[in-house]
T-cell receptor, first 113, second 108 residues
Framework: DTGVSQDPRHKITKRGQNVTFRCDPI?????LYWYRQTLGQGPEFLTY????????KSRLLSDRFSAERPKGSFSTLEIQRTEQGDSAMYLC???????????FGPGTRLTVL | DAKTTQPPSMDCAEGRAANLPCNHS???????VYWYRQIHSQGPQYIIH???NNETNEMASLIITEDRKSSTLILPHATLRDTAVYYC?????????FGKGTRLSVIA
């Protein structure tokens, strides 16, 4: 257990539905990252926050994706109008400052039918 | 971030040292080398990082060549629990850029 938690661990949804995932980072960590991982690939960066500010978004983050970290603590990742191609593991990580020692949560596995 | 090249898979006998190579020939002078691993169905786990000097911690040793174009992660006494995908990352800026890594299988 790294101290980073994600909820839910698994989500099955039908195409076109909206889904929201939550990440609770290690409490003193000010940076929070979202990654997506598909089978056989390494994690791919989606976006990251420093405190409540969203500092960078990947081109992978289409308009259907939105992430928030309203109080600089937990974060949510919402996917609207899900597509089968959104099926993946969504990983959250946190770090202290700009350290590249990131602590990852267990991930949320999304299956879009 | 510098591109890294790793073998797709390796086997290691339990109790022996596992030596995982990584090529990062385009690494720049201020970029670090990081190693993470991912055990099946878990999130990646930080192992170690270094800049120029060799590094050791409770999990592994990192040997970086003098020209910094390659490195080796050493697990001194591999156990079955070390079976995982190992990612070598060379970079400076956040966020991490993962490749496909090396799938290490530790065999009893």
């Amino acid at each position: 257990d790294t101290g980073v938690s994600q909820d839910p661990r698994h989500k099955i949804t039908k195409r076109g539905q909206n889904v929201t995932f939550r990440c609770d980072p290690i409490s003193e960590h000010n940076r929070l990252y979202w990654y997506r991982q598909t089978l056989g690939q390494g994690p791919e960066f989606l976006t990251y926050f420093q405190n409540e500010a969203q500092l960078e978004k990947s081109r992978l983050l289409s308009d259907r994706f939105s992430a928030e970290r309203p109080k600089g603590s937990f974060s949510t990742l919402e996917i609207q109008r899900t597509e089968q191609g959104d099926s993946a593991m969504y990983l959250c990580a946190s770090s202290l400052g700009s350290s590249n020692e990131q602590f990852f949560g267990p991930g949320t596995r999304l299956t879009v039918l | 971030d510098a591109k890294t090249t790793q073998p797709p898979s390796m086997d290691c006998a339990e109790g022996r040292a596992a030596n995982l190579p990584c090529n990062h020939s385009t690494i720049s002078g201020n970029e670090y080398v990081y190693w993470y691993r991912q055990i099946h169905s878990q999130g990646p786990q930080y192992i170690i990082h270094g800049l120029k000097n060799n590094e050791t911690n409770e999990m592994a040793s990192l040997i970086i060549t003098e020209d910094r174009k390659s490195s080796t992660l050493i697990l001194p006494h591999a156990t079955l629990r070390d079976t995982a995908v190992y990612y070598c990352i060379a970079g400076l800026r956040t966020p991490l850029v993962f490749g496909k890594g090396t799938r290490l299988s530790v065999i009893a």
